[in-house]
Each structure stands twice: as structure tokens, then as C-alpha cells.
């Protein structure tokens, strides 16, 4: 609930873009040939951050002008007059710089005026997203004055400051993204996956709409990777617009809670395709070192050809071979192993299949998180790890480019639509021999 001090404020912004729209008059500075050439000679960056308090000067000048007259000049008409100035500062480029601030009083009820200007130029969230955006790319709260500070009467950048500055914008950018609407969104593909953070298990989905481009939908903190925790995360995403009868593939990392809760929502309109590095991973782990190379390059080669029964053949070699070597890894390489192939059952262009036959589309997103995320240095309780993973993959979804191969996603689409027809008059099929049975 705003309160009443809030409202004037926004009530006199209004104010003041209304008339600023309807202005014809132009703001004209006046800066002494002397006193440019005087900056000019400290730099061009200092002429520039001086010119452009003088134009804030001159704006809050101007709109004192239309409220209350011009200087020195009785009108008995007038609703407002002068009182003098007090201190205040504007925000530019992030930095809170002192002004004097000219005041206006009204005739009738002697209240102070606010001015939209001021109240427009002192907004606090230019400063709060100045902060997040520069911690972002790897400035630390400790070194952030000494690295900003560009007016030498600035102030507001001490660490506590910043701190309290990123809290506040971190939390705007965690709350939108959790919020932002999916409806419009027609994605054809979802990238699921969990990592170890600091201790904590983070879900994170990543979707790629038919453009090539990937959004992150949504993140989930627990104890551990559970069905309790995906299906939170794929009910938020339902109720925020996403439609789990859209037939869709969804990239995973092996995880049978991410499997189950996909089935749960999405059905057979679920294609479900594992991630082949994470396999790959997993049976050489069983293994001695002197053989990982070998296995990594088959089961690589394997999942590289363009036939699907060229590929399980060379898989199911492979398999009878660690039999008699590892019992282990060979039943970890069939477990699941048909998930694996899903791309190449769906036969999508070979540079797409490569894009989406593993979750390096997300684990991209969890090196930015990893890289950005060493600035802190003591994790506390509440919404830290959120707010801080939430705005790495906010920063990181704004630098991605259009996935590899991103041009054939409309043949991903329509074998997407085709076979999930078959698996429907499948199930017709399966189910009128069951009633025929009855």
C-alpha cells in the first residue's frame, strides 16, 4: 500500500511530464567559455557529468518557472510561490550527487510543492539497477566506490550502501522472473536440470521457443532433487501460461524425479531426451582410468551416426563387451539408453540434434551462476542463494544467442507433432483391444 508521500510524488511526475510534453520553449544552458575550457582540460568525461548536472539545474529551474512565475515578477494570479532552497541530490550514472533544491509553496494552504523533476531525477532504483548491473559484471561491493565514484562530492556508494542497493534490485529481478507470464511463449523444447549450490539443490528450467532463442521459465531451491520440488516447479510453470498438452521435448540429466514429474504433467505429449554427457559420465565412472578414453570415444561415436539402429548396435556391442569387464557399467550404459536416442528417433538435422541432445544449454547458465556468484563470501539463510542465482540467470539470459541449428527447429516441431499423433492412435488402439477384451 503506497503511502500518501508516495503518491504526491507520483502525482507530481505526471504533472510534470504532462507539461514537459506540452512545452515548446527549449532549455538552453549557459556555461562560461572559462569554465569549459577549465573542464575540458580535466577531461571529457568530467565536462560531461558537469554539463549534465547543470541540465538537471536548469530543468528544476524551468518547472519552478511554470509553477510559480517568473522570478521578480508580481502576479496577483499566482497559485505558488518561492521559498527558498534547501539540500537534496538528483541520481547520475548511479551516483547520488548534492543539488540545491528550489522549493515551492502553495497560496492556500502554505504546503510545500513537490516538484516532478526532482522527484523523476532522485528515483532510487536508477541507482539500484545501476548497482546490480555493474556487480553483474564483476565489481564487488567493497571495491564499488573507489571504481564508480566519478563526481567528487558524490556519496550513497559506501559498501553497506551498495549492498542494501543490490538487496533491494536483486529482489526485483528474482520476483520477476518467478512472476513474468509464459502464456505467449510457444516453446518447443524445455532444458531441466539440478545442480549443488553451495550446499542447496536449485531446479532450474531453461525453455527454447521456436525463434531459437531460450528463456529461463523458473528456479526451485530444496533440500535435495526431488519429485516434491520439479513438480513445484512444473506447477508454477503451468499456472504462469505454460501448456503441457503442447507435445514438447524436454532435455534432462537422467534425474528420475525430473522424469517422473515430466510424465505426471505432460503425458505422452512428453519426448523425453537424456542428457548423452551425463551418460556418458556415468558408465566411465565405473570404470578404470586406462579405459575411460576408449568407452568415452565409442559410446561418442556411437550417438554421432545418423541411423538410430546403426547407433544401438554399436551401443549394444559396447554393452556386451563391459559385461565381462564391469557388470556395473554396462548395466549403467542400457539403463535409460532409449531416452538418449530420442533425438535421433525424432531424426532432426544433425547441428540441431548435437544442441539438444544434452543439457549444456543450461549448464551455460550454471557457469555464469558459479562465475558471478564468488563475490560472496558468507551465504546467510532467507532468499540469498535465490536472489543471487535468480539475477546470474537473469544477467546470463541477456547475452545468450540463438542456439545451434536454431533455422531446422520447425522439422523439430513437426516430427514433435507426428509422432506424438502415432503415440496417440497407439494408446486408441491399445485401449479398444482392452474394451474388446472386456
Not at 505558488?80 to 494552504?109: L, M
Not at 516538484?115 to 564487488?140: C, H, N, P
Request: aromatic share 8%.
Amino acid at each position: 500500500m503506497k503511502k500518501q508521500y508516495q503518491i504526491r510524488a507520483q502525482r507530481a511526475i505526471d504533472q510534470f511530464q504532462e507539461w514537459a510534453k506540452g512545452e515548446v520553449d527549449p532549455i538552453q544552458l549557459s556555461l562560461p567559455s572559462a569554465d569549459l575550457l577549465k573542464l575540458a582540460q580535466q577531461g571529457l568525461g568530467e565536462l560531461l557529468r558537469q554539463v549534465g548536472k547543470l541540465f538537471v539545474e536548469n530543468v528544476l529551474e524551468a518547472e519552478v518557472e511554470h509553477v510559480a512565475g517568473e522570478r521578480s515578477k508580481p502576479d496577483p494570479q499566482r497559485e505558488a510561490y518561492r521559498w527558498g532552497t534547501e539540500r537534496g541530490y538528483v541520481v547520475i550514472d548511479g551516483q547520488k550527487v548534492p543539488i540545491e533544491k528550489p522549493r515551492v509553496r502553495n497560496r492556500q494552504n502554505n504546503r510545500e510543492i513537490p516538484l516532478g523533476s526532482y522527484e523523476l531525477f532522485q528515483r532510487a532504483s536508477l541507482v539500484a539497477e545501476t548497482v546490480w548491473r555493474k556487480i553483474m559484471y564483476g565489481l564487488s561491493m567493497r571495491s564499488y566506490k573507489e571504481v564508480v565514484q566519478q563526481f567528487v562530492d558524490a556519496y550513497g556508494l559506501e559498501k553497506s550502501t551498495v549492498s542494501e542497493h543490490f538487496v533491494e534490485a536483486s529482489r526485483v529481478k528474482l520476483e520477476q522472473l518467478l512472476n513474468r507470464s509464459l502464456s505467449g511463449l510457444s516453446l518447443c523444447a524445455i532444458f531441466i536440470d539440478g545442480t549443488i549450490f553451495k550446499g542447496e539443490h536449485l531446479i532450474v528450467a531453461i525453455g527454447l521457443d521456436r525463434f531459437g532463442r531460450k528463456i529461463v521459465l523458473g528456479i526451485r531451491q530444496g533440500a535435495t532433487e526431488n519429485a516434491t520440488v520439479v513438480g513445484d516447479l512444473l506447477s508454477d510453470l503451468l499456472q504462469r501460461g505454460v501448456d503441457f498438452g503442447q507435445p514438447r521435448l524436454y532435455v534432462v540429466d537422467g534425474s528420475k524425479a525430473i522424469y517422473s514429474a515430466i510424465r505426471s504433467y505432460a503425458g505422452e505429449a512428453a519426448f523425453i531426451q537424456r542428457c548423452q554427457v551425463h551418460k556418458i559420465r556415468n558408465v566411465t565412472e565405473y570404470l578404470p582410468e586406462a579405459q575411460r578414453h576408449a568407452v568415452k570415444f565409442r559410446m561418442r561415436a556411437a550417438y554421432l551416426m545418423d541411423n538410430l539402429a546403426d547407433a544401438k548396435n554399436a551401443l549394444f556391442q559396447l554393452h556386451d563387451e563391459l559385461v565381462n569387464v564391469n557388470p556395473s557399467a554396462a548395466g549403467s550404459l542400457v539403463e535409460g539408453l532409449d531416452d538418449t536416442l530420442t533425438v535421433m528417433d525424432l531424426r532432426i538435422q544433425h547441428k540441431l540434434r548435437q544442441a539438444l541432445s544434452c543439457t549444456n544449454g543450461i549448464e551455460s547458465g550454471f557457469s555464469t551462476v558459479s562465475r558471478i556468484c564468488l563475490q560472496v563470501k558468507r551465504w546467510q539463510g532467507t532468499d540469498h542463494r535465490l536472489r543471487w542465482v535468480g539475477s546470474a540467470l537473469v544477467f546470463a539470459e541477456s547475452g545468450w544467442s540463438r542456439i545451434h541449428g536454431y533455422r531446422y527447429i520447425p522439422g523439430l516441431v513437426a516430427a514433435l507433432e507426428r509422432n506424438y499423433q502415432i503415440r496417440l492412435q497407439h494408446q486408441q488402439k491399445v485401449l479398444a483391444r482392452h474394451l474388446g477384451a472386456a
